[in-house]
């Protein structure tokens, strides 16, 4: 005999099924996003429109210009499990679409009032179906007007389940978490436009172009500040081999460096085009970060992952928000290495947060202007004493510093003897050479002839010839000066040397970090236009073998694997020939115009001393000397000066010893000599001198780090 109180278990009506299933894939008003546009995506729209009402509760609009919905297929559109995307279960295994289950729009016909137009291109005119509860009302679809593509309309979201919507906090933290969806897809599917808005409104909230790259769409996005401090990084080929299952996956992403920190970590992760979330990626990334960098950074990160289909199980969340994927740990390890790699060579070359400099000169000056007032205020008060301590006193070598007689010792190819007191002649410097380390430029600088007392390069054009090149050069650099740059680099007080190549100066109040090395690259171009040709020359005696020189830069590009011997590029010995022959032929160019002489036997004997007291770096010469053939573009006289000005200014820009070089014997920042020719005589060449352009105030070379007014009231509060 049966007990009345036994539960009896009966099948549920097909509504309520639909109901609750509805419920599990439609959890908010994002999901419905996130699926339509995975449908706009699937049928290869290029643009994708989105519409918003109270959070998407009172309307959701989702407009693309895909390839649309046949006719006859729009009866059974909202049914249960139809689909276009998948026929048999094992097509999950290689299932390459977004959208498979067939159950996301049945899901919001039973749960909203959901309206379709469509049309494809080839059709007259579009096509419009009205649903509820997964069936087509009035049986059959109405012509309408309408656009290529497909527009789904979702009215009165969760009007059957009224406790959903009660459930749903704000309209506002809605319309977020669509912003945050659309965001995604458009950072990942740049190429393609995507715009989201609220009904009424004119503003677009999100707006990205097409065609645009994945950086771009990051800064339209996620915005500028996250967008100047992304660094890419790549895995093209990563191979798990140690499994039967081997394959090959592709890693590539974004993240922020050292110079972003946001409120929350962001990692917006896609695994075969699909948005989903990983705790166990997220947690290995903040664990690299926290290690690395301060504790309260919290970056941005992008990360693209292409696994091989059958690798990947999409079908194991609701709302395919989560996916499984194979070889997890070993996949979150490589992306934990590649993070982990990126962030230790951005502290390497770390930066400074830079603040762009007004082109203005009032505006960048207004911190050293002397006050009406008679009285003083402290936080005005400057140290502008050149001869008070600076910082390169505290610097101490660790390495004892090798002699130069032990650094002469090292044979050489190319050899010299320096003699102690070079001998002037009219021309310039001779250097009496036998046999010695190519260290003799170093110690065969002059006084220039020409005083630094004009600020601007321009003399008056011609209609052709050289003269009228050189001016139109000049007028270039004139026409686009940064006179703020300007006024700071005017006798600035040098603070000391940060490191190799960059040294801190005060002007006034203000205190700045300058890279020397772009700086005086910029200086000695300028300083090839100002002489043309009338510099004072270091002679070399006898001459250096431009052969030699040649040769000698071959062999180091062939060591590092830009040059092979072929039939095609000739050997290095036929390459070096054809080189001495075109200097050959441009040696009265390159002596009338830039002080460089070679002579007819194919040495190179002098060289214009473009500042006082330059300092070549004997190592580049063999580059210099590649470059006039490999770089300068002979064909066009203006183009041609400007090449060789060019190849001029990277033989002489300030570059430090390096730290491998047996007769450096201390860190190039620690070694009281480079200190003191960078502060005695490079500074005051680049303050003399140089006419800063407009992309030094924005491109790091000179950065703003703070002003004494700012530390006086840090002091002030302490």
Known sequence: MDDPNTPVIRPLRGDVVNKIAAGEIIQRPSNAVKELLENSIDAGATAVTVHVKDGGLKLLQVQDDGVGIRKDDLEILCRRHTTSKLVDFEDLQRIETLGFRGEALASMSYVS????????????????????????????????????????????????????????????????????????????????????????????????????????????????????????????????????????????????????????????????GRAVHSATLKRCIESVYSTLLPKAAKPFVYVAMTLPPDWVDVNIHPTKNEVAFLHEEEIVNEVRRMVEASLLQEEEHRRYVQSTLNDRVDAAMDGFKAPASNMSRPDKMVRTDAMSQTLDVFLQSPVRARSKEECHSTPSSLAFRVPSRPKRTRGGTVLDAATCDMDWLSQANTPAEEAPGSDSMCVSPTDSGVCGAWASMAKAVDSNVHQGLKEILRAPTVVGPVDDHRTLIQKGTRLYIIDVSELSKDLFYQRCIALRGRANRIDLSPGVSVRSLAMCALEVEEILGNWKDSVESGTKEEVADLLVQLLGKKAGFLCDNFGIVISESGELVALPELVDNAKVDPKQLPRFILSLGQQVRWNALQICLEDVSRALSELYMWRPLDDDDPCSGMPSSADPGLCDRVERHLVPAISAYLVPEKPRSSDGSIIELTRLEQLYRVFERC
């Open 113 to 272: 009032h959901l309206s379709v137009i469509t049309k494809r291109r080839t059709d007259p005119h579009a096509w419009q179906a009205v649903y509820q509860n997964g069936n087509m009302l009035d049986g059959h679809p109405r012509p309408s007007a309408g656009v290529n593509g497909t527009t789904v309309a979702i009215d009165d979201l969760f009007f059957s389940v009224p406790m959903r919507k009660k459930a749903i906090k704000s309209a506002t933290e809605e319309y977020n978490n669509i912003l945050d969806v659309v965001g995604k897809y458009a950072v990942f599917h740049a190429g393609v436009s995507f715009a989201v808005k609220k009904v009424g409104q004119s503003k677009v909230d999100i707006q990205t172009q097409r065609g645009q790259s994945q950086r771009e769409a990051i800064k339209h996005v996620f915005g500028a500040a996250i967008a100047s401090n992304l660094r890419e990084f790549k895995s093209l080929e990563f191979r798990v081999d140690q499994h039967e299952d081997a394959g090959e996956m592709k890693i590539r992403g974004y993240l922020t460096g050292p110079g972003y920190s946001g409120r929350k970590t962001v990692l917006v992760l896609f695994i075969n």
